[in-house]
């Protein structure tokens, strides 16, 4: 089983659309968990850490479920410039590997 | 925040050589991070590069076939040693995250083919 689970994608979702992705972690010594984006040919770039309570910023909105050992992402009124690759990355208590990556979902906004 | 500057940001190269891949960083920081990533895939984690000291290689992966060096608390290098076509990939370095600051940054990448 990987350690970071996510939707296989890819989502080709209308402008406007919302669009909700999940990732499940199987470490439950996971302290830490972020929403990664990562455009073609470039490299991953934080969008948002995951917080306890759920937090959002703009259109995006986070989940974690640690009972469930579940992290969610929700993204209104989807833009053209949305489209990416989702990465769900975690970090563990005490592990100097920092991330663990899950295998990323792909969003395409369409016109 | 950190800034990055790896190169080179892509190469084709024949089976059997080596490539060195370098990282700068404009800041001081204790531990690089080296990462591949196959097509379609996600990051990897090739090894944790500490200055002073021998990097600490992830499961499937061997000093002997990716070397790293750590100069000092700016720079780290990675060689792809005697490539093959399976390590075509693309490779990136990464600091944090560290102390207070969660955000991990990285570099532009390395996209690698081997023919």
């Known amino acids: 089983r990987k350690e970071v689970e996510q939707d296989p994608g890819p989502f080709n979702v209308p402008e406007g659309a919302t669009v909700a992705f999940n990732c499940t972690y199987s470490?439950?010594?996971?302290?830490?968990f972020f929403w990664y984006r990562q455009d073609c040919r470039k490299e991953p770039k934080l969008l948002m850490s995951?917080?306890?309570s759920g937090n959002e910023d703009g259109r995006f909105t986070a989940q974690l479920n640690r009972a469930s050992q579940y992290i969610s992402l929700l993204i209104r009124d989807s833009k053209l410039s949305d489209s990416a690759t989702y990465l769900c990355?975690?970090?563990?208590?005490?592990?100097?590997?920092?991330?663990?990556f899950g295998s990323g979902t792909q969003l395409t906004v369409l016109p | 925040s950190a800034v990055i500057s790896q190169k080179p940001s892509r190469d084709i190269c024949q089976r059997g050589t080596s490539l060195t891949i370098q990282c700068q960083v404009d800041?001081?920081?204790?531990?690089m991070f080296w990462y591949r990533q196959q097509p379609g895939q996600s990051l990897t984690l090739i090894a944790t590069?500490?200055?002073?000291?021998?990097?600490?290689?992830e499961s499937g992966f061997v000093i002997d076939k990716f070397p790293i060096s750590r100069p000092n608390l700016t720079f780290s290098t990675l060689t792809v040693s005697n490539m093959s076509p399976e390590d075509s990939s693309i490779y990136l370095c990464?600091?944090?995250?560290?102390?207070?600051?969660?955000?991990?940054?990285f570099g532009q990448g390395t996209r690698l083919t081997v023919v």
């Open positions: 995951v917080y306890s």
């Open positions: 990464s600091v944090g995250p560290q102390g207070t600051n969660t955000e991990a940054f």
């Open positions: 990355v975690v970090r563990v208590s005490g592990s100097a590997r920092q991330l663990t």
């Open positions: 800041s001081q920081v204790t531990m």
């Open positions: 590069a500490n200055q002073g000291s021998e990097a600490t290689y």
């Open positions: 470490n439950s010594a996971s302290q830490s």
